[in-house]
Every structure is written in structure tokens, then in C-alpha cells.
């Protein structure tokens, strides 16, 4: 069987992680034309492409080698570890990348008197993860039964046919309008990059050190802003003291005004109103705060 030469990367067709995946391979450099039946998408430019699956298939596609690596939920990718057995289908998370953050969470109906995990012996738990689920209970020592259901998880206990429910939380109103409220986090979830623990020693291999490299480009800069003022030699130090966190700040002299500084600061993170009128009070001027659009270390 001859070797793919073209890297594949499997993300999900419809959902809430495929249009913020597709803007970060966009960011990335790479764009793609879609076939036809819309399942399969073309790179222009770099030997990548897509598949465009359920994100439940992705872990397994990861795993058959039909594809190097995917964009998925880790809630997704962990519970088919636990499913599958993780020597039979060792899959590592290459990065965490941001978006579609949720929590796998234990939530009890309003009524029931919830202290610790051991009150949910003999409880019936519905739920779509049972292996995660599963290790928590086992973890906890607790003896309680995973009603594994397919979707509507949170309507279960209403329906009597669980007394507890296991499920993604995000910001809680499903909770909230179904009379359950939350009581343990099991995991915190994002999208992640995965793939094998072991990378293709071939062309797709150099092609995913490139793409790490420029995830990590995007990723760093996503938040990032670059913090430009002027101030003088004398309020040098306590204007940089202020400073949000980043590399040092590179300095420029200011052509004609041997007191004067040019600074240029990368930002990790927002720079508010506050902050700058901090700076501006210990003798920065002309300040302006600009997005980052890429970064290449």
C-alpha cells in the first residue's frame, strides 16, 4: 500500500467547534476547497486536508491511521481512550487550542441532599460518557450505576429513568431550566489538536511540525496586543513597572530627543482602560495598543 504524501486532518462537519476550527487552520496559512458531498475538503497550497466526519468518529479515524490528526473535543478524545483501552489506541492531545471550552459534570436534581460523591451510591446516573464517568466512580469508590443514553441526558431525571446526570456544561442554564444544579467537575474540556503518540516519519511528519509551530504562532498572539508609548529616560522605570506581562520591551531612541523613548511591548493578554491611565500617570504618552496578527519565534 503506497504512503499518503498529503497530511489529513478529520474535524467536525457541523457543530460548534467547526466554524472556530476552520478560522484557526485559515490563520494558520492553509485554505481548502470543498469536495461535492461536502465531506471532504482540498488544500490549496500546503499538502493538507480535510475530513469532515462526526466528531465521534475522529478519535477512531485518528487511530485506524486514516487520518494524522483532528480537531476534537477532549471529552471526546478521553473517553475513547477509556473505550477502546489506551494501549490499543494511544492518542496524545498535541495542543490545547482554545476554543469550544465545557466542563463533564455530575448535576442532581434542586431536591436531592448532595454533600460529597459517596452520596450517589446506588444512584442511577445518566449519562453520554460512561468510561469517564465510570473512572470517576471508581476513583471515588463509589457504587453507582451509568444509564448510558445517546442524547437528552439532562431530561432523565424527570422521566425517572435516573437520578443523577453526567453531562457538558457550559454555562449552566440547561441545568437551570431543567431543575438540576451542578455538584462535581470531572473534566475541563476544549478543542483540542490530537493525534498519535507517534508522528509519521515522512513528509506528513515535517508537514505537522510546521503546523505546530504556526498553531503556536496563532495561539500565543491570539490575546496578545503590542503596547507602543513614548516616555522619558527619568519615568522609564515606573512606566515599565505597569506593564502587563510579556518579553521585555524593546527601546528605541526618539529621533531628535536624546531624553525621549520609543517603547515597544508585547502584551499577553487585553490592556484595559485602567491600565493604561495607570502608565500614562507615571509619564507615558502617545500610547497606542494594536492587535497581534501573527507571530513566527
Known amino acids: 500500500m503506497k504512503t499518503r504524501d498529503r497530511l489529513r486532518i478529520a474535524m467536525q462537519k457541523s457543530g460548534r467547534l467547526t466554524e472556530p476550527a476552520l478560522e484557526?487552520?485559515?490563520?494558520?496559512?492553509?485554505?481548502?476547497?470543498?469536495?461535492?458531498?461536502?465531506?471532504?475538503?482540498?488544500?490549496?497550497?500546503?499538502?493538507?486536508?480535510?475530513?469532515?466526519?462526526?466528531?465521534?468518529?475522529i478519535p477512531g479515524l485518528i487511530a485506524q491511521g486514516v487520518c494524522e490528526l483532528g480537531i476534537v473535543g477532549r471529552n471526546v478524545m478521553n473517553e475513547f481512550?477509556?473505550?477502546?483501552?489506551?494501549?490499543?489506541?494511544?492518542?496524545?492531545?498535541?495542543?490545547?487550542?482554545?476554543?469550544?471550552?465545557?466542563?463533564?459534570?455530575?448535576?442532581?436534581?434542586?431536591?436531592?441532599?448532595?454533600?460529597?460523591?459517596?452520596?450517589?451510591?446506588?444512584?442511577?446516573?445518566?449519562?453520554?460518557?460512561?468510561?469517564?464517568?465510570?473512572?470517576?466512580?471508581?476513583?471515588?469508590?463509589?457504587?453507582?450505576?451509568?444509564?448510558?443514553?445517546?442524547?437528552?441526558?439532562?431530561?432523565?431525571?424527570?422521566?425517572?429513568?435516573?437520578?443523577?446526570?453526567?453531562?457538558?456544561?457550559?454555562?449552566?442554564?440547561?441545568?437551570?431550566?431543567?431543575?438540576?444544579?451542578?455538584?462535581?467537575?470531572?473534566?475541563?474540556?476544549?478543542?483540542?489538536?490530537?493525534?498519535?503518540?507517534a508522528l509519521p516519519a515522512d513528509e506528513r511528519g515535517d508537514m505537522i511540525d510546521l503546523l505546530l509551530k504556526r498553531l503556536d504562532g496563532v495561539i500565543q498572539v491570539r490575546e496578545s496586543r503590542l503596547l507602543l508609548l513614548q516616555t522619558s529616560r527619568a519615568t522609564l522605570e515606573a512606566v515599565t513597572r505597569l506593564l502587563p506581562g510579556g518579553p521585555q520591551p524593546t527601546l528605541l531612541p526618539v529621533l531628535g530627543q536624546p531624553d525621549q523613548l520609543m517603547l515597544q511591548a508585547l502584551c499577553a493578554g487585553e490592556v484595559s482602560w485602567r491600565q493604561l491611565e495607570e502608565i500614562k500617570k507615571a509619564g507615558a504618552r502617545e500610547m497606542f495598543v494594536l492587535p497581534v496578527e501573527k507571530m513566527l519565534a
Open 81 to 197: 481512550q477509556l473505550a477502546a483501552g489506551r494501549d490499543s489506541a494511544p492518542l496524545r492531545e498535541w495542543r490545547p487550542l482554545g476554543f469550544g471550552r465545557c466542563r463533564l459534570s455530575i448535576a442532581v436534581p434542586q431536591e436531592f441532599d448532595y454533600r460529597r460523591p459517596q452520596d450517589l451510591a446506588g444512584q442511577r446516573i445518566a449519562t453520554s460518557y460512561p468510561g469517564l464517568l465510570g473512572e470517576w466512580l471508581r476513583t471515588h469508590g463509589v457504587d453507582a450505576t451509568a444509564v448510558t443514553l445517546s442524547g437528552s441526558v439532562e431530561i432523565a431525571p424527570k422521566l425517572g429513568t435516573a437520578d443523577a446526570i453526567c453531562d457538558l456544561v457550559q454555562s449552566g442554564g440547561t441545568l437551570v431550566a431543567n431543575q438540576l444544579r451542578e455538584t462535581e467537575v470531572l473534566l475541563e474540556s476544549e478543542a483540542v489538536l490530537a493525534g498519535p503518540v
Open 24 to 57: 484557526l487552520l485559515n490563520r494558520c496559512g492553509l485554505t481548502f476547497r470543498q469536495s461535492r458531498d461536502k465531506l471532504f475538503c482540498f488544500g490549496d497550497g500546503e499538502p493538507v486536508d480535510l475530513l469532515l466526519v462526526r466528531d465521534d468518529d
